[in-house]
């Protein structure tokens, strides 16, 4: 999916887009990226968010619900090393990342709230493409995701599909 400006985005479909709250931070060498959404659900548990970014991402990107935890990383260098891999666009977490000094390396879109060393236990628990409430939007699994220096817009495929 081609990456267009989220402000430029808005410019085309003003209320219609719909957007993240401001907050998040830029942690991989990618700033601007896009790419249809895949949706994680958990909380302190990264066992979904691992398995997925081990699979193909096709320039996918996957939008991380981590409830705002700042308690523990959702993902670091090893886990978004195999994402770089496996060919994913980005990540998004709504939560925390660790080992920022290699994610900056990484030619990887990656927006977190925040990083921290302590890594997450993992339970084998989380839910794999179900709508999740984020801070300003819904995201649901199919959706276009365009993230940049100024922040997180998401459209549906069919307004995504209108851009070309």
Do not use: H, Y
């Amino acid at each position: 999916m081609p990456f267009v400006a989220t402000c430029d985005l808005f410019d085309t479909f003003k209320d219609a887009a719909r957007f993240l709250q401001p907050g998040l931070r830029d942690f991989g060498a990618v700033t601007r990226f896009s790419g249809t959404v895949v949706t994680v659900k958990c909380v302190d548990d990264n066992s979904r968010v691992k398995e997925l970014l081990a699979t193909p991402g096709a320039g996918k990107v996957l939008v991380v619900d981590g409830a705002g935890s700042l308690r523990c990383a959702l993902m670091g260098d090893m886990i978004a090393a195999s994402a770089v891999k496996n060919g994913w666009a980005g990540v998004v977490i709504w939560g925390c990342v660790r080992d920022v000094a290699e994610l900056a390396k990484l030619d990887l879109g990656i927006k977190a709230l925040a990083s921290t060393p302590r890594a997450s236990t993992r339970r084998d628990q989380g839910l794999v493409d179900v709508p999740v409430e984020l801070p300003g939007a819904l995201v649901n699994p199919g959706d276009a995701l365009f993230a940049d220096e100024d922040g997180v817009v998401l459209l549906t495929a069919e307004q995504a599909a209108s851009l070309k």
